[in-house]
């Protein structure tokens, strides 16, 4: 490697992000810290503070904070670095300026110890955003449809069976009457949060059709709406987020976790990491395959055949699967713009076979 190549930035500045108050250690060339700052964590706090520094090196922890914070130093002229303070070493010595001076250190030798995290932008970010929103609507009207329903059972009625758009017309017409001033807000509540969900979903399918046009080649597969192939679209950003399509499954936390030891080698559960949304997502779309409605395909068949083996928790560890290699599928079909054939891997056994 040329000698340039081993350069050392002129000089590295470290932040440790906070609420309402950011530290910022600056380290030079040598090593040696030449100035500590306190800012707020305001936009124009920040450019009031970096505006008239040299351009150096910026390292930040990620946080709630670092994706606009990195946006507006980048447009400032400033080589930014968000670090992923999971997975980097931990600090012996934790305060906030500690943290600062120990960001702008790693930041100054090697990028690599940081495992830097890439940001959306901000387009991207907002119609995440969008389906954050929707899903805690969501998850909000089921929460008070299980309260009205438990409510009513509990004075011993039962509410009709039927969709969540339509529970709260349904429910209004079979309410015993003695429950109406307790369970009618609900209701009401109810309503509301159904308009709002149609609303997110009129919305998110523009977006799809609009501005994402890829997540149709996500949706050829039965189970994968709108609102899954958007998700996957944005957090993954790009299809070479991923060195190949089997990757997929571990940055979404879909893999087992690891503790082998000698000729110990025990079965864990998922690692759980990256987004939490698209993974509950995925996990959804696999049951949808593995109902008895759903139509038959490579993914169905996998999941069927896990489920019938291996006990109680056999059915758990196959959606699992499925969803898994879901993923994967999702991944190649972005990747690729192919066509989805249902039946891949009978086409090639097929194929396979000698001619009788």
């Given at each position: ?27 030079d ?6 100035e ?6 305001t ?21 709630a904070r ?8 980048s447009?400032?002229g400033?080589?930014?670095t968000?670090?992923?303070?999971r ?10 300026d500690?943290d600062?001076?120990?960001l702008?250190?790693l ?20 119609h ?7 899903d805690?609507t ?7 449809i299980?309260?009205?329903r ?6 011993g009625?039962?509410l ?36 709002e969900?149609?609303?997110?979903d ?5 977006i ?9 080649l996500?949706?050829?597969?039965p ?8 998700a ?8 070479d ?16 976790r ?35 409605s ?15 083996v ?7 560890r196959?959606?699992?699967?499925v969803?898994?290699?879901?993923a ?6 972005w ?12 086409t ?9």
């Amino acid at each position: 490697m040329s000698e340039a190549g081993h350069a050392l930035p002129v000089e590295t500045i470290g932040i440790d992000l906070g609420d309402r108050f950011s530290h910022a250690c600056v380290v030079d060339a040598r090593g040696v810290v030449v100035e500590r700052v306190r800012f707020a964590s305001t936009r124009s706090a920040v450019e009031e503070c970096f505006r008239s520094r040299s351009r150096a090196r910026v390292v930040m922890e990620v946080g709630a904070r670092s994706p606009w914070m990195s946006r507006v130093l980048s447009a400032m002229g400033y080589d930014v670095t968000v670090a992923n303070t999971r997975k980097m070493p931990a600090n012996p010595l934790k305060t906030d300026d500690r943290d600062a001076e120990f960001l702008a250190r790693l930041g100054r030798v090697d990028l690599g110890l940081l495992y830097p995290v890439e940001h959306r932008d901000e387009e991207k970010q907002g119609h995440l955003a969008i389906l954050r929103a929707r899903d805690i609507t969501v998850r909000m009207r089921t929460k008070l449809i299980n309260c009205v329903r438990g409510t009513v059972k509990a004075f011993g009625f039962d509410l009709p069976s039927c969709d969540a758009h339509h529970f709260a017309d349904r429910a209004a017409q079979s309410l015993p009457p003695g429950l109406s001033p307790a369970l009618a807000p609900l209701l009401r509540m109810i309503a509301t949060t159904s308009r709002e969900v149609a609303r997110y979903d009129l919305l998110i399918a523009r977006i799809c059709r609009d501005i994402h046009p890829e997540t149709a080649l996500l949706r050829q597969v039965p189970a994968v709406g709108p609102i899954t192939a958007l998700a996957f679209v944005l957090v993954l950003g790009r299809p070479d987020r991923v060195r190949s399509s089997r990757s997929v499954g571990a940055y979404l936390g879909l893999v087992p976790r690891k503790s082998q030891s000698g000729e110990i080698d025990p079965q864990l559960r998922i690692t759980k990491t990256g987004d939490k949304l698209l993974r509950r997502l995925l996990v959804g779309c696999a049951q949808g395959l593995m109902r008895g409605s759903a139509p038959d395909t490579d993914l169905r068949r996998l999941g069927l055949r896990l489920a019938a083996v291996g006990g109680k928790a056999a059915r758990k560890r196959a959606v699992v699967a499925v969803a898994r290699r879901l993923a994967v599928l999702l991944h190649h079909l972005w990747r690729t713009a192919e066509v989805y054939e249902p039946l891949h891997n009978e086409t090639i056994a097929r194929g396979a076979r000698p001619a009788a």
